[in-house]
């Protein structure tokens, strides 16, 4: 069974959103026994660098992980393999889509600590959707058993669009984060997203997990939608400038040079990977009106 665009006479039979035209998954491709993370957030709010710190925290409790970066920019693991590696749609190209032409170095590239490092890429601008992006990449790594052996999957998904290819990712994972800052832009993307996972976990098993506020100082805006909408903050790392280094010297933060404050933070992202493996509690968040966003966070 292919992946499919389910059209609208076949939404009552789905019901993934009113209105909704979903991209559906091959049911039978399934990840395993791995628990997955699907880590969402606005444009530019720092889902690349969370993932990659966090999967390098698992790695460092012992985990063998394996973080997909679904964005064109095929910048998610960036800092863990110090280049920019080839997305699966480049390598499939080079051999006409028979993926069993390839072999797992073509994809599959291996990050600090063990980490391994997959882009799924996306397709060209305007031409196709990044749901079968996301199904592509999942049954490759199944047709070359790379899931039987890890232990966690994190998918770092592009920005802040929560449309049915875009929320593919969603049909695999256990938890869905939210990476927000403590500002309105990023908290009404939140609120979407919120809307967004609530409506695939009616079919799939995919639960919210929690916000990692980030680039933040404080967190009361963020705090106050948490009590509005029921969500919790798992981990809060503010806005220090070794994490913008970080990222310029082509490390994850686990490998910058040592001072307090970033002991601090990786202690922190030590903490949430624990958490989180231990078994975040499911949230039943509920999303608030576009209007109600805006008296929330003191807008006149």
Known sequence: MSDTLVRPNNLLRRGDGDGSVQVQLDPGVKIGTAKV???????????????????????????????????PKHDSTFTLTKHLQPTVIDVLETVNFHSEELRVEDFVF????????????????????????????VKLLKEHHLLEETDVVIFDVLGDVVCGGFAAPLQHADRALIVAANDFDSIFAMNRIVAAIQAKA???????????????????????????????????????????????????????????????????????????????????????????IFDLLGYE
């Open 110 to 137: 291996q990050g600090y600590n063990g980490v391994m490092c997959v882009e799924a890429g996306g397709p060209p601008a305007g031409t196709g959707c990044g749901g079968y992006v996301v199904g592509q990449t």
């Open 202 to 292: 009616r079919n799939y098993n995919v639960r919210l997990g929690g916000v990692i506020c980030n680039r933040s100082a404080a967190t009361d805006q963020v705090d106050r939608y948490n009590a509005a909408t029921g969500l919790s903050t798992l981990a809060h790392f503010p806005d220090l400038d070794v994490i913008r280094r970080s990222r310029l010297k082509k490390s994850t933060l686990f490998e910058m040079e040592s001072s307090p404050e970033l002991e601090a933070v990786k202690l922190e992202y030590l903490r949430l990977a624990a958490h989180l493996w231990a078994g975040a509690e499911p949230l039943e968040g509920s999303p608030l009106k576009d209007r109600e």
């Open 37 to 71: 993370f699907a880590v969402y957030g606005k444009g530019g709010i720092g889902k690349s660098t969370t993932s990659s710190n966090l999967s390098v925290a698992f790695s460092k409790l012992g985990k063998r992980v394996l973080q997909i970066g679904c964005d």
